[in-house]
């Protein structure tokens, strides 16, 4: 309430303040009343007196009316223009004569009110003087006029002689700063005398339209002209080498320079500095930065930035500290380079490098600084300081400070959008991100290329965001892919689609969208197909799970002699891991086929990668690995670790992941502990992996040192931490460890009391199983369907079926939750054990999903238990369909159901006895 109270306060006008606007509406008023007295003086003259000749004193007017007695002064600061222009038109008299039309002009060309001073010029009917086209082309020079300084240039060559000497040559410094390189190249040829800056005029000309040969060979005339050249000379040549950025061109000016001693002026080596920046030389540029006697904050904020370029932030803190140490005061610029620095380092401490973010704290901090550093200096509210702060605060996952940055700022470009959509998208916040760009679209900002970018990758990460946007997954998906199109469809309207990192990003939000077709269709519309564009359709066809097509992409990319890069032979690589992961269904013999064929195909790609030198990369390798391991060839795995010369902690995450996939808990700890002998940083996964290998051997010993290591390495906090201990203890027979571990939990989710009782389930302690699922109701806590699975399973094993069919009742009745497969096992188990073939015959058939082969297998053992022939019979016919590839299934089917036939015969033999 106490806002709309403020709203809608309206303070009261003060006398002074009422005083002060009757005074404006008044001199408003008058000035109409005057214009109207000089409309009647040229229309009807005879009615007034001309006192301008015969006047006693200055103070009197010019003109009165001889009838109302009105007066009228030619030096009145509310003269119209057009007076004293018409008033010497009519009388012929000389512009020099009058004072008031000289004063008015020079003030327009002072405040850069070209048009009005253009204007007084063209009216006059003598010719101006030197000094008045001096002002006007020094006015038209300071706002970049071009079509003024070009009416200019006509107006002078009425007179041959005002286009020579000094006029002209400021003429062709004028028309170079605008833009006009031609027309100044035309006045220059004209000119009978050339000095050295209308030559450096047409150089700086050349420079600033990127013609840098058209500069240099303008530099090698003016040197046989005879011509020394000045400081700015060379900066504005190497201005020329901004567009090739050619260092061999950058070397041979600083040389031209160091012969004429321009080496250690400030502004030509800040240029320098620039430039071997530039040009990826950045020890060039410290050198030339290290010769300077003094510096100034130019030089101190090139030098920072020519690091930020190249990827040396840290040089640039460390920069930006030695400047302050030396009493330079830093400018916004500098700020906004420091800024950048801290920005940059954040996000090269990410997660794998830095777990615990402390890193990225330090920068936060620093900027932090920086940012109250320019509120002192009044920079905070500067849009490039600003933009900087929010992409810093977005790199360190302070959102809500990049939120409160932009909305503080006066006025926002592009840039300041673009950097918000940056943050949101990239701490996974698309929802926000897109109704950002609704917003900024709603009030007029155009958009970019980057802007695009941003809400296509934000589209693209929609689907997996975790807020509730919409009812269902599939809903979600959709309504992704409805704004995805829409998106597309602008960029193709505005032909920012042309641009090739908005198509790539387009083909890759139609394949995070699953809509495989759509993203063909965008590869195809491309103006090139490189090899980043075949990367990114390829990573599509990776989450289609379509690795064959990755492979024929690839071949494609080959044959096509188009460079691959890592990315590419990852995507290939998983495309071979994809293709194991689809064969987890298929027939044995086609398996093991399968995996012959795959491991054909990542050798060939080994071998690849080796000969192209991409075998020691980090991801390569750790894919390679991969591959070894879901082939089945460990040994290929183990000889590739062996011969990394440098290990990322990918590569040994991958290995040990491996070793435990195929069972080898042993080894899996050896390597651990080689990892801790190498000072290799230690992730959340390396750890969980270890706690596995634990679990695996059992190793109470070794669980407890790994428990060691986690709360060293801060990850003790983490849940999913927690709950692995708690399985490893569990697993270790240390259920008192596993248990004070779940006490210490200040909060618990399902997975937390799942890994508790599945501990206890492990050691055949079925009873406490279900106890603490009873006390895991008694919480409120929802249990989920791996929970329901542990808890049949215990009614199972103690002979609980009454319970067992309540449990499997409340899932879907309480809880909402579908039983699936296995959950069916276990009651079905359950029944069979216990004889019941009536209820087991009324489940099967009212079950909503089909029975697996292990179902059918029980209900076969249940009827050679209990005699049932008849049943079966159908029992093995629908075994035998189920898996009829597998030939030890085959076998066991037989010989179940044989022994079911004897068995059945001799007790009906019985019965007949």
């Given amino acids: 309430m106490e806002v709309f109270k403020l709203l809608s306060f309206r303070r009261p006008v003060s006398p002074s303040r009422r005083c002060f606007f009757s005074t404006r509406l008044f001199a408003c008023?008058?000035?109409?009343?005057?214009?109207?007295?000089?409309?009647?003086?040229?229309?009807?003259?005879?009615?007034?007196?001309?006192?301008?000749?015969?006047?006693?004193?200055?103070?009197?007017?010019?003109?009165?009316?001889?009838?109302?007695?009105?007066?009228?002064?030619?030096?009145?600061?509310?003269?119209?223009?057009?007076?004293?222009?018409?008033?010497?038109?009519?009388?012929?008299?000389?512009?020099?004569?009058?004072?008031?039309?000289?004063?008015?002009?020079?003030?327009?060309?002072?405040?850069?009110?070209?048009?009005?001073?253009?204007?007084?010029?063209?009216?006059?009917?003598?010719?101006?003087?030197?000094?008045?086209?001096?002002?006007?082309?020094?006015?038209?020079?300071?706002?970049?006029?071009?079509?003024?300084?070009?009416?200019?240039?006509?107006?002078?060559?009425?007179?041959?002689?005002?286009?020579?000497?000094?006029?002209?040559?400021?003429?062709?410094?004028?028309?170079?700063?605008?833009?006009?390189?031609?027309?100044?190249?035309?006045?220059?040829?004209?000119?009978?005398?050339?000095?050295?800056?209308?030559?450096?005029?047409?150089?700086?000309?050349?420079?600033?339209?990127?013609?840098?040969?058209?500069?240099?060979?303008?530099?090698?005339?003016?040197?046989?002209?005879?011509?020394?050249?000045?400081?700015?000379?060379?900066?504005?040549?190497?201005?020329?080498?901004?567009?090739?950025?050619?260092?061999?061109?950058?070397?041979?000016?600083?040389?031209?320079?160091?012969?004429?001693?321009?080496?250690?002026?400030?502004?030509?080596?800040?240029?320098?500095?620039?430039?071997?920046?530039?040009?990826?030389?950045?020890?060039?540029?410290?050198?030339?930065?290290?010769?300077?006697?003094?510096?100034?904050?130019?030089?101190?904020?090139?030098?920072?930035?020519?690091?930020?370029?190249?990827?040396?932030?840290?040089?640039?803190?460390?920069?930006?500290?030695?400047?302050?140490?030396?009493?330079?005061?830093?400018?916004?610029?500098?700020?906004?380079?420091?800024?950048?620095?801290?920005?940059?380092?954040?996000?090269?401490?990410?997660?794998?490098?830095?777990?615990?973010?402390?890193?990225?704290?330090?920068?936060?901090?620093?900027?932090?600084?920086?940012?109250?550093?320019?509120?002192?200096?009044?920079?905070?509210?500067?849009?490039?300081?600003?933009?900087?702060?929010?992409?810093?605060?977005?790199?360190?996952?302070?959102?809500?400070?990049?939120?409160?940055?932009f909305e503080q700022m006066p006025c926002h470009d592009v840039v300041s959008w673009n950097a918000l959509l940056s943050a949101y998208v990239e701490r996974d916040f698309p929802s926000k991100a897109l109704k950002l760009y609704r917003q900024s679209k709603d009030i007029g900002i155009p958009a970019d290329e980057r802007t695009f970018v941003s809400v296509l990758l934000a589209c693209g990460k929609l689907i997996e965001e975790e807020e509730e946007l919409v009812v269902t997954r599939q809903s979600r998906k959709a309504a992704a892919l409805e704004i995805g199109r829409a998106l597309h469809s602008e960029s193709r309207r505005t032909n920012f689609y042309l641009n090739l990192f908005v198509g790539h990003t387009t083909i890759s939000m139609y394949g995070n969208c699953g809509s495989i077709g759509e993203a063909e269709n965008a590869f195809h519309g491309l103006i090139e197909c490189n090899a980043v564009a075949y990367n990114v359709l390829s990573l599509a066809y990776i989450k289609k799970g379509e690795g064959e097509m990755v492979l024929q992409i690839y071949k494609k990319m080959h044959d096509e002699g188009l460079i691959v890069n890592d990315r590419t032979f990852v995507n290939a690589l998983q495309a071979c891991c994809s293709l194991m992961e689809g064969e987890g269904l298929t027939a044995e013999g086609d398996v093991c086929s399968s995996k012959l064929s795959v491991l054909a195909v990542g050798k060939a790609l080994h071998v690849d990668a080796q000969r192209m030198g991409f075998e020691s990369d980090a991801s390569v390798s750790s894919c390679l690995l991969s591959v070894y391991e879901k082939c089945g060839s460990l040994l290929e795995a183990k000889t590739l670790f062996s011969e990394l010369s440098h290990k990322s902690i990918m590569a040994w995450n991958t290995m040990l992941f491996a070793l435990i996939g195929h069972g080898e808990g042993c080894e899996a700890l050896l390597l651990f502990k080689q990892m801790q002998e190498k000072a290799v940083t230690l992730t959340t996964f390396t750890l969980i992996c270890a706690l596995q290998a634990s679990s695996m051997t059992r190793d109470v010993e070794a669980c407890e040192e790994i428990h060691f290591a986690v709360v060293c390495a801060g990850e003790d906090e983490r849940l999913v931490m927690a709950n692995t201990l708690i399985h490893a203890y569990g697993c270790d027979a240390s259920m008192a460890d596993a248990l004070a571990i779940f006490d210490r939990l200040p909060n618990r989710d399902v997975a937390s009391w799942n890994v508790l009782i599945g501990a206890y389930a492990q050691k055949n302690k079925w009873a406490e199983s279900l106890h603490w699922f009873e006390k895991m109701q008694a919480t409120c806590m929802k249990p989920d369907g791996a929970t329901f699975s542990i808890v049949l399973s215990a009614c199972r094993h103690t002979g609980l079926v009454e319970k067992g069919m309540e449990y499997l009742v409340s899932m879907g009745r309480d809880y909402n939750l579908a039983p699936d497969v296995g959950h069916y096992d276990s009651i079905i188990e359950s029944l069979a054990h216990a004889g019941d073939i009536l209820r087991l015959e009324d489940l099967i058939s009212s079950m909503p999903v089909q029975p697996d082969l292990t179902m059918w297998l029980c209900l076969l053992g249940s009827c050679q238990m209990h005699g049932n022939k008849d049943l079966g019979k159908l029992v093995h016919e629908n075994a035998v369909k189920l898996q009829t590839k597998r030939v030890w299934c085959s076998l066991q089917i037989m010989q179940i159901a044989s022994a079911s036939t004897c068995n059945i015969s001799c007790l009906r033999n019985g019965k007949d006895k």
């Avoid at 970049?144 to 300084?149: K, N, T």
């Avoid at 009416?151 to 170079?176: C, K, N, Q, W």
């Avoid at 160091?258 to 800040?270: A, H, K, N, P, R």
């Fill in 29 to 405: 008023e008058f000035s109409t009343r005057e214009e109207q007295l000089w409309d009647d003086l040229f229309a009807n003259s005879s009615h007034w007196w001309d006192n301008r000749h015969d006047k006693l004193s200055p103070s009197f007017p010019d003109f009165r009316h001889k009838v109302s007695r009105c007066p009228l002064w030619l030096n009145s600061p509310r003269v119209p223009l057009w007076v004293l222009t018409k008033l010497a038109s009519v009388e012929g008299i000389c512009l020099l004569l009058c004072p008031a039309l000289l004063r008015m002009f020079h003030m327009f060309c002072e405040l850069g009110q070209v048009d009005m001073a253009l204007h007084v010029l063209l009216d006059m009917p003598h010719s101006p003087t030197e000094n008045m086209y001096y002002s006007l082309l020094k006015a038209c020079n300071q706002v970049e006029a071009l079509a003024h300084a070009k009416l200019v240039r006509v107006h002078m060559s009425r007179d041959p002689l005002a286009t020579d000497g000094f006029l002209g040559e400021y003429l062709v410094i004028t028309l170079a700063k605008c833009g006009d390189v031609v027309d100044a190249l035309s006045v220059f040829h004209s000119l009978s005398d050339r000095t050295v800056f209308s030559w450096t005029a047409i150089i700086s000309g050349f420079a600033e339209c990127g013609k840098n040969n058209e500069a240099l060979s303008m530099y090698h005339l003016m040197h046989q002209d005879g011509i020394i050249p000045n400081a700015y000379t060379f900066v504005s040549l190497l201005k020329a080498c901004r567009s090739n950025r050619n260092l061999q061109e950058v070397e041979q000016i600083h040389r031209e320079a160091s012969i004429f001693s321009f080496e250690f002026d400030l502004y030509v080596g800040t240029s320098l500095i620039e430039m071997y920046g530039k040009c990826g030389s950045i020890e060039l540029a410290k050198s030339v930065f290290d010769s300077f006697r003094h510096h100034n904050v130019v030089s101190w904020t090139v030098m920072s930035s020519a690091y930020v370029e190249n990827g040396r932030p840290d040089g640039a803190c460390q920069l930006y500290n030695q400047m302050q140490r030396g009493g330079v005061s830093p400018d916004d610029k500098a700020i906004v380079v420091a800024l950048q620095a801290c920005c940059m380092l954040a996000e090269n401490h990410k997660e794998a490098e830095d777990p615990k973010r402390l890193t990225s704290t330090i920068y936060l901090t620093r900027g932090l600084g920086l940012h109250l550093e320019a509120c002192i200096k009044g920079f905070d509210l500067d849009v490039f300081v600003c933009n900087s702060l929010i992409s810093l605060y977005g790199a360190c996952e302070r959102i809500s400070d990049a939120e409160c940055v």
